[in-house]
């Protein structure tokens, strides 16, 4: 059975520019989650998706937005880059929000360089 | 504030050692606890889960302990190997709220 899949693996930007990163999450599961994990920072949280509705938000500008489709997959968008925006952008699946377990389960990332 | 943190950031150790990753948190209201492992560059692969009601877990040479009323957790590895180097994290999922909070990580090497 595929794990969570991410894409694209790498990309370079330049300031100023858009971005839109992609995950698929594992079959069966419907939240997806979207992390931030920039150099020699922790992993901050972003945003939470469950049933196609954004359910939390952490503490980071408007300009990092998303959205969940129908069939549960999700895009990450990074409106005007910024320098600070150079991170390891993790997602991660689990089943729905009314499950017991909770369990996340990550992909492998998109590792974003801003120039 | 809800916060996790892992003491020490890194740890360096001769193989077949056993050792013990520490994780504490702030409130004890939580409703499970998952370590994981991330190698330089990758995505984190999940190790183990502890429930709330649960006391500890183990996956082969791995046991995670829980002390909710102290706000603490243990990640003890067994008989180390050189393939265990890497990070390891500790979040915890809080009852309120979906989202993980993860620690800063202890970054393992262990030396053949």
């Known amino acids: 059975e595929a794990g969570v899949t991410q894409s694209p693996t790498h990309l370079i930007k330049t300031r100023g520019q858009q971005v839109t990163l992609r995950c698929s999450p594992i079959s069966g599961h419907t939240s997806v989650y979207w992390y931030q994990q920039a150099l020699g920072l922790g992993l901050q949280f972003l945003l939470w998706?469950?049933?196609?509705?954004?359910?939390n938000r952490g503490n980071f500008p408007p300009r990092f937005s998303g959205r969940q489709f129908p069939n549960y997959s999700s895009e990450l968008n990074v409106n005007a880059l910024e320098l600070e925006d150079s991170a390891l952008y993790l997602c991660?699946?689990?089943?729905?929000?009314?499950?017991?377990?909770?369990?996340?389960?990550f992909g492998e990332g998109s590792r974003l360089t801003v120039l | 504030k809800q916060e996790v943190t892992q003491i020490p950031a890194a740890l360096s150790v001769p193989e077949g050692e056993n050792l013990v990753l520490n994780c504490s948190f702030t409130?004890?209201?939580?409703?499970?606890l998952q370590w994981f492992r991330q190698d330089p560059g990758k995505g984190l692969t999940s190790l183990l889960l502890i429930q709330s009601s649960q006391r500890e877990q183990t996956s082969g040479r791995l046991n995670a302990s829980l002390d909710k009323s102290s706000g603490r957790s243990t990640l003890y590895i067994a008989a180390s190997q050189p393939g265990d180097s890497a990070t390891y994290l500790c979040a915890v999922k809080w009852n309120a709220g979906n989202m993980l909070t993860f620690g800063g990580g202890t970054r393992l090497m262990v030396k053949p």
């Open positions: 409130d004890s209201a939580i409703y499970n």
């Open positions: 998706y469950d049933e196609g509705e954004e359910r």
């Open positions: 991660a699946s689990s089943l729905g929000r009314l499950a017991n377990t909770g369990e996340l389960f």
